[in-house]
């Protein structure tokens, strides 16, 4: 059996990680989750998640300074989600990769992951053959 995809929810909210670990697991993904931004960082460099759902509204640290953060050292796909609707342009400013504002459809967030995983799948496919065709 493949290994699952790894999902990473920061939320400062309990009970929308309680919602979108159910959803997520039922659709086949393993999911860490934190309330804290404090977390964030720390478990993304020890659980290696393939993806990472971003709320921006926390404190002390907000969903943009991990971000920005994030971007210093990895190109992990990140999806903003948050209820503010504006927000969407301004997360992809800053390096997220996709952005759904609350409240959503399970369907909507996990079509919306599976996107960014397949485009992540075929740039590190094309990468891999591109440095296969310059070794030669």
Do not use: C, W, Y
């Amino acid at each position: 059996m493949a290994n699952k995809q790894r999902v990473l929810v920061v939320d400062d909210e309990p009970g929308v990680i309680r919602f979108v670990k159910i959803n997520l697991a039922l659709a086949g993904f393993e999911v860490i989750a934190t309330t804290s931004g404090e977390e964030a960082l720390p478990l993304i460099q020890s659980k290696k998640p393939d993806i990472v759902l971003l709320d921006v509204f926390m404190t002390p640290i907000t969903g943009f300074d991990i971000l920005m953060e994030l971007r210093t050292f990895s190109k992990l796909p990140v999806i903003v989600f948050t209820a503010r609707n504006d927000i969407g342009k301004t997360a992809i400013k800053e390096g997220a990769n996709g952005f759904i504002s609350k409240p959503f459809k399970p369907n909507e967030l996990i079509r919306k992951i599976r996107e960014i995983l397949e485009t992540k799948k075929t740039e590190h496919q094309d990468e891999s053959q591109a440095a296969s065709s310059t070794e030669s």
